[in-house]
């Protein structure tokens, strides 16, 4: 879950990059408000992108069950899964 959050910021601060670089883009878009400077956006746009970096790149994955091994008397018979 952490890992799709991650790319939603990613993809939020990439998008407010784009904004704040490219002026007839900005001027395109209409629910920024006009107080708003460019810097900021792109403050915010690059913070967003490394945040999201961050969760969507280290972010739990599937993790594989651990095994450990049933015993009957001093032999190993078999392995037994813990875990997910």
């Known amino acids: 879950m952490a890992k ?5 910021i990613l993809i939020i601060g990439l998008i407010l990059l784009v904004i704040s670089s490219i002026p007839p883009v900005r ?3 209409s629910f920024i408000p006009a107080q708003i400077t460019n810097l900021y956006l792109m403050i915010a746009g690059a913070i ?9 790149f280290t ?5 594989k069950a651990a095994e450990v ?3 009957h008397g001093k032999d190993i018979v078999g392995f037994r899964r813990v875990g997910k």
């Open 48 to 56: 967003l992108a490394i945040l999201g970096a961050v969760m969507a």
């Open 4 to 8: 799709i959050v991650g790319w939603i």
């Open 27 to 29: 001027s395109a878009v």
């Open 69 to 71: 091994p049933i015993y």
């Open 59 to 63: 972010g739990t994955g599937s993790q």
